[in-house]
């Protein structure tokens, strides 16, 4: 079956610093990759997506390259701010079969970003 | 409304009792997706609808429960005879349709405590 793959956390870094957090999936077929962000007390809000290899997915600074070379969409940002500050979650989905649309997430990493 | 919604936003019950929780779509949305979010299991799709149909329950977690939706756009998930292991937060999303997959949008979740 499919599954997703991302670096543990939690992740602490200080304001501007790079983030890098890393997603891996396992897929039989052809699936679109996804980043979601939840904030503290909000509900889950689509980051960015790429739909086929090779695709950049990219929103608010952040971006993720769909390499299906070595089955990774990892996310990375250049300069993180305080707002930064949420649990993110890498899944993916695959049309076809009964279960359409339905998305598998990764466990979560929890970021936490100082001033 | 705007956005995806849902209640109750928290519900406490007992163990054995059954519990009702209801997702009120995206106007014009016709695919509903049902989500599980707990700290064992982390994110589970449990069901989705394209209007009325379920074509895959598989991803429900027993046969206590059960999802319905009437007249293409609210849906409920029922609960029966709750159990401790039902504590998790319940997320409804809905797309446009099952082929805009790739749109889900999420609605804040209940919170669902089993005592």
């Known amino acids: 079956g499919n599954s997703v793959t991302q670096m543990e956390g939690p992740v602490t870094l200080s304001e501007e610093a790079f983030l890098t957090i890393n997603c891996t999936y396992t897929a039989t077929g052809y699936p679109s990759l996804f980043w979601y962000v939840q904030y503290p007390g909000e509900g889950l809000q689509l980051l960015l997506k790429?739909?086929?290899?090779?695709d950049k997915g990219s929103n608010k600074g952040f971006e993720a390259t769909y390499r299906k070379e070595t089955t990774s969409f990892h996310l990375e940002k250049g300069s993180v701010q305080v707002s930064d500050s949420a649990v993110y979650f890498c899944a993916l989905s695959e049309a076809g079969g009964t279960s359409y649309g339905k998305l598998t997430f990764g466990q979560g990493t929890i970021l936490t970003v100082h001033p | 409304g705007a956005g995806v919604s849902q209640s109750p936003s928290n519900k406490v019950t007992e163990k054995g009792k059954d519990v009702e929780l209801r997702c009120d779509p995206i106007?014009?949305?016709?695919?509903l997706y049902w989500y599980r979010q707990s700290l064992g299991q982390g994110l589970e799709f449990l069901i989705y609808?394209?209007?009325?149909?379920?074509?895959?329950k598989s991803g429900l977690p027993s046969d206590r429960f059960s999802a319905e939706r009437t007249g293409g756009s609210v849906s409920t998930l029922t609960i029966q005879r709750t159990q401790q292991e039902d504590s998790a937060v319940y997320l409804c999303?809905?797309?446009?349709?099952?082929?805009?997959?790739?749109?889900?949008?999420f609605g804040p979740g209940t919170r669902l405590t089993v005592l």
């Open positions: 790429a739909t086929k290899a090779d």
């Open positions: 106007s014009g949305h016709t695919a």
């Open positions: 609808f394209q209007g009325n149909s379920a074509p895959d």
């Open positions: 999303a809905s797309s446009l349709d099952i082929r805009n997959y790739n749109e889900q949008f």
